[in-house]
């Protein structure tokens, strides 16, 4: 019923920045919440940021507030992640998530049902 297409990651100094991109193609998804979690080897995948449609309300985790910002071009389908100030505690397979109704709330993972493959960020000391 539609895809999610991440890109942008690579590999960066701590200090340094990024900018992650989800293109979602088959359908629009200008109608629907979005948002990026990541997950690290081991480690539970853990929600960053998401944005409302239409409000486009943010959401954050706390860890990532005032370094990392989410925004939506809706003309292009597509959701960014910018993220200032990188440290190695990012490093993680970021991921990019959509739904029209995010239940029970747009900060967990069960509420999204698109979801797209990864882009790997490294950040490195």
């Known amino acids: 019923q539609g895809q999610l297409v991440e890109s942008g990651g690579g590999l960066v100094q701590t200090g340094g920045s990024l900018r992650l991109s989800c293109v979602a193609s088959g359908r629009t998804f200008s109608n629907y919440h979005m948002a990026w979690f990541r997950q690290a080897p081991g480690k539970e995948r853990e929600f960053v940021a998401a944005?409302?449609?239409?409000?486009?309300?943010?959401y954050y985790t706390d860890s990532v507030k005032g370094r990392f910002t989410i925004s939506r071009d809706n003309a292009k389908n597509t959701v960014y992640l910018q993220m200032n100030s990188l440290k190695p505690a990012d490093t993680a397979v970021y991921y990019c998530a959509a739904d029209q109704w995010v239940i029970p709330s747009p900060t967990q993972s069960r509420s999204y049902n698109y979801w797209g493959q990864g882009t790997q960020v490294t950040v490195s000391s």
């Open positions: 944005i409302d449609s239409p409000s486009s309300r943010t």
